[in-house]
C-alpha cells in the first residue's frame, strides 16, 4: 500500500516558481507530521520543511527561509503542499515526502519527485 505520494515536480528557470503536493493514504492527521526532504547528486539527503500535524508549526531550512512555503489541507484534498518561490539552481534535487504514522510509529517515504533549476 503505497502511503505518500508526491508531484508537481520539473524543469524551471532560475526564478521560477513550483509548487510539490504529497497525497497521504488516510489521513495526513495520522502521521505526527509530514515532511520535505530533498537529495541532489552527490548529497546527503537533507530536511527542507516540516509541518506539524497537532498545531501546524511550520519549519524551514534556513536556504529556503522567505523562498518556501509549506501548507496543508486535511479536509479536502488529504495533502501537504510546498510552495517554491524564487527557485535557485542549488535547489535542483529529488524531493521527498516523509510522515512517521502515529498508531505505529513507522516511518514512510514518497518515491521522490525531481526538480530542476536551469540557470
Known amino acids: 500500500q503505497v502511503h505518500l505520494v508526491e508531484s508537481g515536480g520539473g524543469l524551471v528557470q532560475s526564478g521560477g516558481s513550483l509548487r510539490l503536493s504529497c497525497a497521504a493514504s488516510?489521513?495526513?492527521?495520522?502521521?505526527?507530521?509530514i515532511a520535505w526532504f530533498r537529495q541532489a547528486p552527490g548529497k546527503e539527503r537533507e530536511g527542507v520543511s516540516c509541518?506539524?500535524?497537532?498545531?501546524?508549526?511550520?519549519?524551514y531550512l534556513d536556504s529556503v527561509k522567505g523562498r518556501f512555503t509549506i501548507s496543508r489541507d486535511n479536509a479536502k484534498t488529504n495533502a501537504v503542499y510546498l510552495q517554491m518561490d524564487s527557485l535557485k539552481p542549488e535547489d535542483t534535487a529529488v524531493y521527498y515526502c516523509?510522515?512517521?504514522?502515529?498508531?505505529?510509529?513507522?516511518?514512510?517515504w514518497g518515491r521522490g519527485t525531481q526538480v530542476t533549476v536551469s540557470s
Open positions: 516523509h510522515g512517521i504514522r502515529i498508531l505505529t510509529s513507522t516511518n514512510y
Open positions: 488516510g489521513s495526513i492527521l495520522d502521521y505526527y507530521s
Open positions: 509541518i506539524a500535524s497537532g498545531d501546524g508549526s511550520a519549519y
